[in-house]
């Protein structure tokens, strides 16, 4: 069973709308994280599940899309909730490898950081929990 907890704060006169989104711990083959620039701040690769997708078909899709690089999932880590705007998005994080060589080009500047750095960039405090959360084991 994956680990779950909740960050941000529920505002009580707000109406949040479900966001179901998957990310990936973006591993290449030297243990780097991959972190993508966004025009809205920097986050683990992934995003959200669309309708009729599962949590693991949706992160390798969002990998493909703003990486350019395909990937294989290892497993689910944790799931989170974050409260965003008027979203409470609740991301299923998973650890993956990286096919080592691009199929495109990505939408998306892709940064290859040690998880010291890529926690210290990333803008999601659920993203920087789940990377401070499973940092110790990415080396073993």
Same mark, same amino acid.
């Given at each position: 069973?994956?680990?779950?907890?909740?960050? *941000?704060?529920?505002? #009580?006169?707000?109406?949040?709308?479900?966001?179901? &989104? @998957?990310?990936?711990?973006? +591993?290449? %083959?030297?243990?780097?994280?991959?972190?993508?620039?966004?025009?809205? *701040?920097?986050?683990? #690769?992934?995003?959200?599940?669309?309708?009729?997708? &599962? @949590?693991?078909?949706?992160? +390798?899709? %969002?990998?493909?899309?703003?990486?350019?690089?395909?990937?294989?999932?290892?497993?689910?880590?944790?799931?989170?909730?974050?409260?965003?705007?008027?979203?409470?998005?609740?991301?299923?994080?998973?650890?993956?490898?990286?096919?080592?060589?691009?199929?495109?080009?990505?939408?998306?500047?892709?940064?290859?950081?040690?998880?010291?750095?890529?926690?210290?960039?990333?803008?999601?405090?659920?993203?920087?929990?789940?990377?401070?959360?499973?940092?110790?084991?990415?080396?073993?």
């Amino acid at each position: 069973m994956a680990l779950q907890t909740r960050f *941000g704060t529920q505002q #009580p006169d707000q109406e949040y709308r479900l966001r179901p &989104s @998957a990310y990936a711990l973006l +591993l290449d %083959e030297q243990g780097h994280l991959a972190v993508v620039e966004a025009p809205d *701040g920097y986050f683990l #690769p992934g995003g959200g599940i669309k309708a009729g997708e &599962s @949590a693991s078909e949706a992160v +390798l899709r %969002e990998i493909s899309e703003e990486t350019g690089y395909g990937a294989h999932l290892l497993w689910l880590l944790a799931e989170a909730d974050q409260y965003i705007d008027q979203f409470l998005k609740r991301s299923s994080f998973f650890l993956a490898e990286v096919d080592p060589d691009p199929e495109a080009q990505g939408e998306y500047t892709v940064y290859w950081l040690s998880p010291e750095q890529a926690r210290q960039r990333l803008t999601y405090e659920s993203h920087r929990w789940a990377v401070e959360r499973f940092a110790p084991y990415l080396a073993a």
